[in-house]
T-cell receptor
Framework: NAGVTQTPKFQVLKTGQSMTLQCAQD?????MSWYRQDPGMGLRLIHY???????DQGEVPNGYNVSRSTTEDFPLRLLSAAPSQTSVYFC?????????????FGNGTRLTVT | AQSVTQLDSHVSVSEGTPVLLRCNYS??????LFWYVQHPNKGLQLLLK??????LVKGINGFEAEFKKSETSFHLTKPSAHMSDAAEYFC????????????FGSGTRLSIRP
């Protein structure tokens, strides 16, 4: 049971560089989302998707892009990395939204922007 | 609008003694409420959820939480702490009027003293 798989586990970027954080799930979940976790702030929603071809912004979307071409994959793109994007990023999925069913999380990607 | 407040950023208890992690919420509609646990360098895992079926909710690893509408609280308890309970705990609120969004509390770090 792979569940939600995130790659890479760690990444260091220089300011201005771009990169893609990968997320894949094998549970056939319609709902997928990206969160960032910063000390003392809980988790904040970046972008989410309720199905292939459908994405929407969360609480802190600026500087990030997403796409959902398949049910399984939901990559997060940093367009031009900034030190404020230093954080731990979590991908999560659920069967039908988040109110009726629990989220399944990946193990996170720790990103440092210098 | 919905919000969630975890009243303690850090709780320390001795092994074998009771655990109480406090959570207050605000929601315009009937809420759904969750507790998640995050062990070091891991993603979040669901402990339990409240969805109006019963006010006392039992979760995994001996944890339970009681929904008190009059107090707008959803505190997490465990009768006897174990060393393996040391982790970060997040209270989460969602409401059915906004099916794709939930709010995470800022987290409570639980330490267990031998």
């Amino acid at each position: 049971n792979a569940g939600v798989t995130q790659t890479p586990k760690f990444q260091v970027l220089k300011t201005g560089q771009s990169m893609t954080l990968q997320c894949a799930q094998d549970m056939n979940h319609e709902y997928m989302s990206w969160y960032r976790q910063d000390p003392g702030m809980g988790l904040r929603l970046i972008h989410y998707s309720v199905g292939a071809g459908i994405t929407d912004q969360g609480e802190v979307p600026n500087g990030y892009n997403v796409s959902r071409s398949t049910t399984e994959d939901f990559p997060l793109r940093l367009l031009s990395a900034a030190p404020s994007q230093t954080s731990v990023y979590f991908c999560a999925s659920s069967t039908q939204g988040v109110v009726n069913s629990p989220l399944h999380f990946g193990n996170g990607t720790r990103l440092t922007v210098t | 609008a919905q919000s969630v407040t975890q009243l303690d950023s850090h709780v320390s208890v001795s092994e074998g003694t009771p655990v109480l992690l406090r959570c207050n919420y605000s929601s315009s509609y009937s809420p759904s409420l969750f507790w998640y646990v995050q062990h070091p360098n891991k993603g979040l895992q669901l402990l339990l959820k409240y969805t109006s079926a019963a006010t006392l909710v039992k979760g995994i690893n001996g944890f339970e939480a009681e929904f008190k509408k009059s107090e707008t609280s959803f505190h997490l308890t465990k009768p006897s702490a174990h060393m393996s309970d040391a982790a970060e705990y997040f209270c989460v609120v969602g409401q059915y009027s906004s099916a794709s969004k939930i709010i995470f509390g800022s987290g409570t770090r639980l330490s267990i003293r031998p």
